[in-house]
Each structure stands twice: as C-alpha cells, then as structure tokens.
C-alpha cells in the first residue's frame, strides 16, 4: 500500500459514498475496523482469567473486539521465574495459545523490569551474578516462547519520574529502585535486547514506560527516551519500538493532560525519523476516585480516547492501540486512586469511549491509514515527494467529482452515528479542487470563507451530532455548544469538507 494525498483522497469519496450502508450494515468491532486498518487494538487477559473467574462474557469480548493480547501479570519475572532457574510458562502458554486460536498478535510482558522480581533475585548484589541471572532469564524465557511472542518489552519503567532524568537508581520513599541498575549499571539494558534478538531475531523488541505522553522538550522522561534510542540506534542496539503505557487521568484533575495525545504524536515523529515504532501498550483514562462517573465525565474521558486513537491512525509508525483491560470491573486502577477507566463498565456494556474510538477508525478510511508491517514508514518523506502537487490536483478532481455524483449530502443523522473523514490532506485536496470554503473557528463563531451557502454539521467525538444549520453564510455562533473538541462538517452542493475544531 502507497501511503499518499493520492489514496486518501480517492478513499474518503468511498467513505461518504458508503455511508448509508455502514450504518446499516453488520455490527462493527474494534477488532474489525483495526483489522481493515492493517493496525492491533489490544487488551490485557486480566489475571482473574488464568484462574478461571471470569464470566463468558468477557472472553467472548476480548476475542470480539482485540485482535491483540498481552498477558496482565502471567509472564512477569516473578511468575516465570519464582526460584532461580526454575521455570513455569504455564500461564503463559494459555496467553499464546489464546492468541493463537483467535488470531491475535501476542505481546510478552516483561523482561527486565525492577517490579514484580522474586525475593531470590533482589537478595543478589553481585554484577556478574546479576548478569548471569538476567541472561538465563531472557535466554530461557525468549527461547521457550520463540516465534509465539510477536513483540517483547524487554525493559520495563527503567527511567526516573523527576527531572533531570535519568536511569531509575535507589529506591527512594515513593519509589522503588533497580535491582538491576544499582548492581549492574546502565548496561542491562544495552545487554537485553541484544541478549533477546539474539534469541528470537523475529520478535520486536520495546522500550516501555510510562508520562510518555508529557511532552517530549527539555527536562521530559519522553525526551530522555528518544537520547537513549538513538544511542542504541548508532550502535546497532536491535530496538524496534517504544511502548508508551499512558496510563493517564481524566482532564479535569489532571489539566496538563490536555495535549497528550498530541504529546505522543510529536514522540512518534521523533522515533520515525529512527526507524522506530511508537505503540500505545498500557492505555488507561482513569477519573480521579472520588469524582462522579456521570454523563459528563464519561463523555469527556470518550473524547480523550478519540484523541489518542485519532493520532495512533494517522501516524504511520505507530502499530498497537492496547488498552490494560477489558472491563473496569477488574481494572488495576483503584491502586492508582482512580477508576472507570477502561471502554466496558462493570457489566461489560459499552461506555461512551467505545463508541469514540468506532468513530474514530471509520473517521480514517483503511487506505489512509499506513500499515507499519507491512510498509517501510522510513520511506514515506520520499513517497510524499515523489507525490507531486499535479498528481494531487487530478486526484482532487476526481474526489470531488465522485462526492458529486454520488451526492452524498446526509439528511437528520440526530441518531445516527455517523462516520466522520480526518482532516487536513482530504480538506487540501476538496479546497482546491473547488477553492469554495475554509472554515475557522474564533471565539464561539465559526466563520466559512466562500460564497454559497453552506450546512453546517458539528458533531462530538463520539460522532453524535450537536449542533445543526442548514444555511449558513459567512459565520454562525456555536455560542449553545459545550466547550471540548468537535469535528464539523460544512457541506455545500455537492462537495464537503471535515475538521476538526476546539471550542473553548
Ligand atoms: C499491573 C497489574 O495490572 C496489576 O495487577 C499488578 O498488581 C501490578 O501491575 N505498568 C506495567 C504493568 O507495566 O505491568 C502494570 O500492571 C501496570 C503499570
């Protein structure tokens, strides 16, 4: 697949064409929208599966709608390796056999990591015996699961949270150290992903930690990070991915939150220009513990997860969306003081974040959307050059003449969910194929440049309608709609443009 201005303009005709028919058609799943994408959407097998204790709903959830799975404690180093060298992948087995059956791609979770390690290994001292501890154990977890785990995070959390940072040391009062740091050094870590390629050269090798998803400027975990993989880059350290875990808090206790998701966009710029994936492994939109769980909490946590499945779509390096549970019922979080922070409640129904996150991939058509195992992403600046602006004119024209005879102007969609085309490289291509209109957004007023009249459609980010005009001309006040992030649809004629907008 090409990933150009071309394809996706040629694909977004086919959305709105198809319209009528999506809605009306078979029920969609994550999972399915994912696959079409050539993208994972993941989830945790709680630990309270491998135990027998959950309801058949659940299972016939995860299957339904994950295409991959990570076990949530099973192959930690204390469960694999609870006295030395003695091994017990049994759990871990089930996870990929289960993935197996049911065709999904299988994370392996952790490594090296300084939690969750038995008793016998944090009574070691000695950096020679360290090393040949964490070796035998990658040796022998890696050489048991070769070819079943398609991706290994083979270190785990092993940066500071304050800054400077730097490698996580001695344990403080809040926070534990590093077995493996404070005896071995910063070479662990270099000595684990070779020690893991050399096992298995299939599997993908990550980085995982988490506040990845603040920011990557000066005095950042994030920015520290990117300095570590482009060392190990230059010295042919086999690092193929970064997982940001981000598990994160609801907006409101948590106002710094706001640009995350655009946060991990800017992160996964930076590790494309390495060659390396950005995956989401651990996602988590917690609301603080305490707070209502009501309409508008959930509403707003749905807009968030629309934000990071948004970015997850339109960056090509980026390949699993995993979200670190199924239902908040056996979620981790009260641990974190915070709750409710999954896309099923309690009873396994969906939560307004599911239907964020439908809207969201069928807002990205599949021919947008870049498959990163598949295709090279380290070529796409070069595909874009070649992508000429005259090529991307008779595209547009061609969009625009199929939206024309397709006439897809939508009547009342007040119940329907309605699929939503991204912005910018589609709204390039309509614009200039008409030069009829531009929208901008001041204050509450939305004003489109262009002479017709035109309908204004503004719809939340779970894709449900909010505001509607059917004449607008010049501006009209959105002064009704509650401030938060939209997308709005301005259609005049025959020809329609999307984008999306932050009403503040
Ligand atoms: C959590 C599990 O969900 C809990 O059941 C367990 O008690 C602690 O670990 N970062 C990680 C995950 O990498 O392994 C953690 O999982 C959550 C934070």
Redesign the pocket.
Known sequence: MKFTRLTSGVVLAATVIGLGASVAGAQETLRGLAEERGRYVGS?L??QWFSGGLPGNYEETQKREFNAVVC??EM?FDATEPSQNNFNFNNGDRMVKYAKQNGMRARG??LA?H??VPNWVNSHKNKQELLGILKNHIEKTVGHFKGQIDEW?VV??AVNDNDPHDWRATATNSRPGSVWFDNIGAEFLDSAFVWTHRVDPDAELCY?D?NLEQGIGEGSKAGFVLKQVKRWKEMGIPITCVGS?T?VEDTTTAPEFNGAAENLRAFAKELAKLGVKLNI??LDIGIKSGMPVDAAALARQGHFYRQFMDVFLEEPNMGEFVI??VSDKW??LG?LNRQAGLIFNDNLQKKPAYDSLIASLKAHAPETVFNPYKDDFTKLDSIAKADSIAKADSVAKAVADSIAKANPVVEDTSKQIEPIAPADSTEVLLSRAYGVFGVKVSGRTLNISGDASAKVQVFDMQGRPVFSDKAVKGSVSLATVPNGIYMVRVTSGTSSLVRRIALK
Do not use: R
């Open positions: 945790i709680n630990s949530e404690n930690k979770h952790a990591w939690s969750q995070d785990n959390e995982n988490y875990q598990h492994t651990e670190w549970g979620s981790w641990g």
